[in-house]
């Protein structure tokens, strides 16, 4: 029965791979979407399921289309084919008798603000401070006030153990130190979605561990929801439930981390693994 | 040789009238120019193929036609009917300036815009900012400091282009020390006119030079300087 927060009737006739209760609304769902860029063909009618409070981890070789898949879901790039739901309400597109429409870009901005994105390169404004960075989306987006940004500012700065370093400017930062206020920055539009890329892969060795200490403990200490591609093993095995490997654009193995590390069962899955480790 | 000086002594009140037009102009031009430049460069950069289009048609066309005969087409051209359009010389010779100028300028603000790395765009999207947020509050400041450079070297050109003014009536300084070599000698007015030019073109690159080294400054860029003020006045 289609209702407002189900406008295609089709809630829990998911396809992916995940048990859901009676009534449970995913967090995510994909369904057979379809990527291309040009005639290259990146996701190839993907399905698949992310539960609410789900730590998801992406994991397969480069340009097996990991990355373009929190691309969608933070509608960085609009998918070719398919529909994406995110809380049971469609992201970017939705069918209509029959036919796949755009939805209007207001609608894509409400939807937005509930999914928030860590980048590889960081991305933080050069022309704020830290503290600017932090509290720039609560005000203008979010509408909070500006003191109770600040305050909410400060306790995230401690959080990501960087409480003397709101005045500075992210230039004068390590890699390390930029990718946890970017962590902060994320965590301030208080997200019920957050997707990392590859948030180690542009840092030095020595700090890698700081940054998914502080990701340890948020996983620990919240209930959002986590889609993360990355190639530290030990870190997907850590914070992760559950774990998806891909290769060219379709899901190869799924599973627990457990059974995908210590026992996987694809020739794939083995390689790739074998390859990074 | 020291008649010349004297000659230039009787004409200093002359010049510095000449001189005052001619700062006018390239600070009224510029100011007019920077104002059609980020209009003109922000529009040819939007989704709308009309608005886009419009943006292009009027940039290539700007600098695609000679400065002189566009003063020529506002003075002469528009006060005829059907136009009856009636501007000063002044007036002609400021939307002029500023017109061909921000032509130039709008494809430098453009390119500065293209050239904020893509990560800066997608990190606004993953904040969920609007389109505006985006371009006032990260993406323009950003490519501020990319566009001063070109911008300072159109400013250059406009103070020089000035002098095309006076076909069109306006007693510029230029006008000024060509009156004055039928007093003192060709080479003598000339050269005094190219020093006045060049000292005015040092000083204005010089502030624009302030300018760039304040905007990288508030990247994180470059020697942070201490006795620009900024906005609020207080010393960065």
């Known amino acids: 029965m289609p209702t407002e927060s189900d406008p295609l009737g089709e809630l829990g006739l998911h396809t992916g791979a995940v048990e859901l209760a009676d009534g449970e609304i995913p967090a995510i769902r994909f369904e057979n979407v379809v990527k291309q860029y040009g005639s290259n063909t990146v996701l190839d009618g993907l399905n698949f399921t992310v539960r609410k409070g789900d730590r998801v981890t992406l994991i397969g070789p480069s340009g097996s289309g990991k990355t373009t898949i929190l691309r969608l879901v933070m509608t960085l790039e609009d998918s070719t084919d398919g529909y994406i739901f995110i809380d049971g309400q469609p992201l970017t597109h939705i069918e209509k008798d029959g036919r796949r429409i755009v939805l209007k870009d207001k609608y894509r901005f409400e939807m937005r603000k509930r999914i928030g994105m860590v980048f590889q390169q960081f991305n933080l404004f050069p022309n704020m401070t830290v503290l600017e960075n932090i509290i720039e989306a609560p005000v203008h987006v979010l509408g909070h006030s500006k003191a109770d940004a600040i305050t909410r500012a400060h306790e995230l700065l401690e959080q990501v153990g960087l409480p003397d370093k709101a005045k500075a400017h992210p230039t004068s930062l390590s890699g390390g130190q930029q990718q946890r206020v970017a962590i902060a920055r994320c965590l301030a539009m208080d997200p019920e979605i957050m997707l990392l890329d590859e948030v180690t892969s542009a840092l030095d060795p020595e700090v890698v561990g700081e940054v998914l200490g502080i990701l340890r403990n948020i996983a620990a200490t919240t209930d959002v929801t986590m889609l993360i591609v990355t190639h530290e093993m030990q870190f997907a095995r850590d914070v992760s439930n559950r774990v998806l490997m891909f290769d060219a654009g379709r899901i190869v193995e799924e599973g627990s981390p457990a059974e995908i590390f210590d026992n996987p069962q694809e020739e794939r899955t083995q390689a790739f693994l074998s390859a990074v480790s | ?236």
Do not use: C
């Open chain 2, 1 to 236: 040789m020291s008649d010349y000086f004297e000659t230039l002594g009787r004409y200093l009140p002359r010049i510095l009238d000449g001189l005052l037009i001619t700062v006018e102009l390239t600070i009224g031009g510029a100011l007019l120019a920077v104002v059609i430049a980020i209009g003109l460069g922000l529009l040819a950069r939007v989704e709308n193929f009309l608005l886009r289009g419009f943006a292009r048609v009027v940039i290539e066309f700007f600098r695609g036609t000679s400065l002189v005969v566009q003063l020529f087409f506002l003075f002469f051209v528009l006060p005829l009917p059907p136009f009856n359009v009636n501007l000063s010389p002044i007036v002609v010779g400021l939307i002029g300036l500023g017109l061909n100028y921000g032509a130039y300028g709008a494809e430098v603000v453009r390119g500065s815009i293209n050239s904020v790395p893509k990560g800066q765009w997608e990190a606004t999207t993953a904040l969920s900012m609007s389109n505006v947020q985006r371009m006032v509050r990260v993406i323009f400041p950003q490519a501020w400091a990319l566009m001063i450079p070109s911008l300072n070297n159109l400013l250059i050109q406009l103070l020089k282009g000035t002098a095309v003014v006076y076909t069109i009536t306006i007693v510029d300084m230029t006008a000024i020390f060509n009156d004055m070599r039928r007093d003192t000698s060709v080479f003598f007015s000339y050269t005094i006119a190219l020093l006045v030019y060049f000292v005015i073109a040092y000083v204005l690159s010089t502030l624009m030079g302030l300018l760039e080294r304040r905007a990288t400054a508030k990247l994180g860029r470059g020697i942070k300087l201490h006795v620009i003020p900024d906005a609020k006045g207080v010393a960065t």
